[in-house]
Protein backbone atom coordinates (compact mmCIF):
# COMPACT_ATOMS: atom_id res chain seq x y z
CA UNK A 1 0.00 0.00 0.00
CA UNK A 2 2.98 2.14 -0.63
CA UNK A 3 3.82 1.89 -4.13
CA UNK A 4 7.35 4.26 -4.91
CA UNK A 5 7.98 5.04 -8.10
CA UNK A 6 9.94 7.46 -10.55
CA UNK A 7 13.37 5.79 -10.15
CA UNK A 8 15.79 5.78 -12.97
CA UNK A 9 19.41 6.54 -15.06
CA UNK A 10 19.94 9.73 -14.88
CA UNK A 11 23.37 12.41 -15.62
CA UNK A 12 25.26 13.76 -13.14
CA UNK A 13 23.60 17.48 -12.56
CA UNK A 14 19.95 16.20 -13.96
CA UNK A 15 16.84 15.31 -11.74
CA UNK A 16 14.30 12.67 -10.86
CA UNK A 17 11.20 13.14 -9.67
CA UNK A 18 9.78 10.06 -7.42
CA UNK A 19 6.35 9.11 -5.99
CA UNK A 20 4.65 7.27 -3.25
CA UNK A 21 1.71 6.16 -3.74
CA UNK A 22 -0.75 5.78 -0.15
CA UNK A 23 -3.48 3.53 -0.51
CA UNK A 24 -5.01 2.10 2.38
CA UNK A 25 -4.57 3.28 5.95
CA UNK A 26 -4.30 6.97 4.96
CA UNK A 27 -6.29 8.05 8.42
CA UNK A 28 -3.33 5.98 10.30
CA UNK A 29 -0.46 7.68 8.71
CA UNK A 30 1.35 10.59 10.52
CA UNK A 31 4.08 11.01 8.70
CA UNK A 32 5.52 9.81 5.52
CA UNK A 33 9.31 9.44 4.77
CA UNK A 34 12.02 8.69 2.37
CA UNK A 35 14.87 6.48 2.97
CA UNK A 36 17.64 5.28 0.20
CA UNK A 37 20.42 2.76 0.44
CA UNK A 38 23.21 2.44 -1.13
CA UNK A 39 25.18 -0.59 -2.55
CA UNK A 40 27.34 -1.61 1.12
CA UNK A 41 26.30 0.85 3.12
CA UNK A 42 23.27 1.66 5.29
CA UNK A 43 19.79 2.86 5.16
CA UNK A 44 20.02 6.50 4.97
CA UNK A 45 17.11 8.52 5.85
CA UNK A 46 16.81 11.70 3.68
CA UNK A 47 13.09 13.83 4.46
CA UNK A 48 10.29 13.34 6.30
CA UNK A 49 6.38 15.07 5.68
CA UNK A 50 4.16 15.29 8.49
CA UNK A 51 0.59 14.26 6.67
CA UNK A 52 -0.93 17.03 8.80
CA UNK A 53 0.36 20.33 8.40
CA UNK A 54 3.21 19.62 6.34
CA UNK A 55 6.19 20.41 7.95
CA UNK A 56 9.18 18.94 6.52
CA UNK A 57 12.79 17.12 7.87
CA UNK A 58 15.49 17.09 5.91
CA UNK A 59 18.97 15.56 6.22
CA UNK A 60 21.87 17.30 5.95
CA UNK A 61 23.18 15.55 3.04
CA UNK A 62 20.39 16.62 0.81
CA UNK A 63 18.69 19.49 2.17
CA UNK A 64 19.54 22.07 -0.75
CA UNK A 65 19.00 19.43 -3.40
CA UNK A 66 15.94 17.33 -2.83
CA UNK A 67 12.06 18.58 -1.63
CA UNK A 68 9.49 16.70 0.01
CA UNK A 69 5.75 17.47 -0.83
CA UNK A 70 2.89 16.41 -0.70
CA UNK A 71 -0.21 15.70 -3.56
CA UNK A 72 -3.11 15.64 -1.47
CA UNK A 73 -5.92 15.14 -4.16
CA UNK A 74 -4.13 11.68 -5.05
CA UNK A 75 -2.61 10.74 -1.83
CA UNK A 76 0.94 11.37 -2.77
CA UNK A 77 4.19 12.33 -1.64
CA UNK A 78 6.97 13.14 -3.82
CA UNK A 79 10.73 13.78 -3.63
CA UNK A 80 11.95 16.10 -6.14
CA UNK A 81 15.69 15.87 -6.64
CA UNK A 82 17.99 17.78 -8.35
CA UNK A 83 21.74 18.18 -8.76
CA UNK A 84 22.34 14.47 -8.58
CA UNK A 85 25.56 13.35 -7.87
CA UNK A 86 26.84 9.91 -8.29
CA UNK A 87 27.04 9.19 -4.66
CA UNK A 88 22.60 9.46 -4.83
CA UNK A 89 22.96 6.13 -6.58
CA UNK A 90 21.14 3.63 -4.00
CA UNK A 91 17.61 1.97 -3.98
CA UNK A 92 14.98 4.61 -2.96
CA UNK A 93 11.84 4.03 -0.30
CA UNK A 94 9.23 5.30 1.20
CA UNK A 95 7.87 4.83 3.97
CA UNK A 96 4.86 5.80 6.84
CA UNK A 97 4.94 6.02 10.24
CA UNK A 98 2.07 5.82 12.83
CA UNK A 99 1.28 7.78 16.04
CA UNK A 100 4.63 8.71 17.51
CA UNK A 101 5.51 11.14 19.78
CA UNK A 102 7.95 12.52 18.02
CA UNK A 103 9.03 12.56 13.94
CA UNK A 104 12.12 12.15 12.46
CA UNK A 105 14.45 10.10 10.20
CA UNK A 106 15.07 6.64 12.38
CA UNK A 107 13.56 4.13 10.08
CA UNK A 108 12.67 1.76 13.26
CA UNK A 109 10.33 4.48 13.62
CA UNK A 110 8.60 3.58 10.38
CA UNK A 111 5.70 1.01 10.46
CA UNK A 112 4.96 0.36 6.85
CA UNK A 113 7.36 0.30 3.62
CA UNK A 114 6.61 0.57 -0.11
CA UNK A 115 9.02 -1.52 -2.47
CA UNK A 116 12.28 0.32 -3.78
CA UNK A 117 12.87 2.43 -6.47
CA UNK A 118 16.36 2.25 -8.16
CA UNK A 119 18.32 5.57 -9.01
CA UNK A 120 21.39 5.57 -11.02
CA UNK A 121 23.58 8.68 -11.45
CA UNK A 122 25.80 8.28 -13.99
CA UNK A 123 29.10 10.76 -14.04
Known amino acids: QLQASGGGLVQAGGSLRLSCAVSGYSTAVYAIAWFRRASGKEREGLSC????????IYADSVKDRFTISRVDAQNTVELQMDNLKPEDTAVYYC??????????????????WGQGTLVTVSS
Open 49 to 56: IMVSGGST
Open 95 to 112: AAAGPRDSYGLDPNTFDF
